[in-house]
């Protein structure tokens, strides 16, 4: 890592569930990042794989912090988030374990932040781990009140010259960098979610505060898409995102009755309509349906 003199303490924080060889795939890329000063924080999630011993082995410079237990993508980031801050963090940059990274992808992010006064959080652009040269996140739109969402130039080929900051309705929590006094203005992810939309409600919240979110394409990182949940049309991606897509809209978006229905009965079939896909038909159209059931039980936190 190079020396960056007085630039902002960024400490990156690793959440990992069961996911060693991700998890040290992703540190090895970051002992190639030029930034500094530069802090690592591990969150080993309640892990039986032998994730703790394999990083302190292999990383002895690295903070883990061990939870007795998996509790969920949202608090288990926020144990590492507050942890950063503790050690005198600038910035938190919220990064998944089946991300690996380009050198100069911290660098390109501290930058942004220093001419965005007004950033929430801002976004590496993340392709896809394999094919590399394809988009996976670019930005996203998110319409509340439709219940609907998507990504910006999914799958498109990607220019890795590309270099113009773009802004994206809500940012990801896949490769996000969030200042210390943002945090302390929006607060952290919502633990209640546990999974899926948290980034999002997170990303609602920090727009009602009046901040905006960026995607900066010179920072530029790999994603081993929903690795640690089987893929994006697996049951229980599909069962937070059913649940908590509903939650997070209601939230945000409240509407009269009919607008109510009509959005919830269209949130419900496009997870269906995604279940479909799924290797694992009939038990991702079960979690579906056990999320639908679950929101209209106000039952959140971790699925039961």
Not at 55 to 73: K, M
Not at 88 to 109: I, K, Q, R, S, W
Not at 131 to 155: K, L, T
Not at 253 to 269: E, I, Q, S
Request: proline share 4%.
């Amino acid at each position: 890592m190079g020396s960056r003199g007085s630039s902002p303490r960024v400490a990156i924080v690793v959440l990992s569930w069961n996911g060693r060889d991700d998890t040290l795939g992703c540190l090895r890329s970051l002992r190639t990042v030029e930034y500094e000063p530069l802090d690592l924080v591990v969150v080993d999630n309640g892990s039986t794989d032998g994730t703790e011993a394999a990083v302190r082995t292999e990383f002895p410079e690295v903070e883990l912090v061990r939870c007795d237990e998996n509790l969920g993508f949202a608090e288990g980031n926020d144990v590492g988030i507050r942890r950063a801050l503790e050690r005198g963090a600038d910035h938190v940059l919220v990064l998944n374990n089946d991300v690996e990274v380009e050198p100069g992808f911290v660098t390109a992010l501290v930058e942004q932040a220093a001419q965005q006064p007004d950033a929430g959080a801002l976004c590496a652009k993340i392709l896809f781990f394999e094919p590399r040269d394809r988009i996976w996140f670019a930005g996203a739109r998110f319409d509340a009140r439709r219940g609907r969402g998507r990504h910006v130039r999914y799958r498109e080929v990607d220019d890795p010259a590309e270099s113009e900051v773009t802004e994206t309705d809500r940012a990801c929590g896949a490769a996000m960098l969030i200042s210390s006094s943002v945090i302390e203005r929006v607060g952290d992810f919502d633990r209640e979610l546990f999974a899926y939309a948290e980034d999002t409600d997170w990303s609602l919240r920090a727009r009602a505060s009046g901040l905006r979110h960026y995607v900066v394409p010179r920072s530029r990182v790999y994603h081993k898409v929903s690795a640690t949940s089987g893929g994006e049309n697996m049951p229980t991606p599909l069962y937070y995102g059913t649940r908590n897509t509903l939650v997070v809209c209601e939230r945000w978006a409240p509407l009269g009755r009919l607008g109510t229905w009509r959005r919830r009965a269209l949130v419900v079939a496009a997870n269906a309509a995604q279940a479909l896909t799924s290797p694992r038909r009939a038990d991702s159209l079960r979690a579906v349906r056990d999320g639908w059931r679950d929101f209209r039980r106000g039952r959140l936190g971790r699925r039961s």
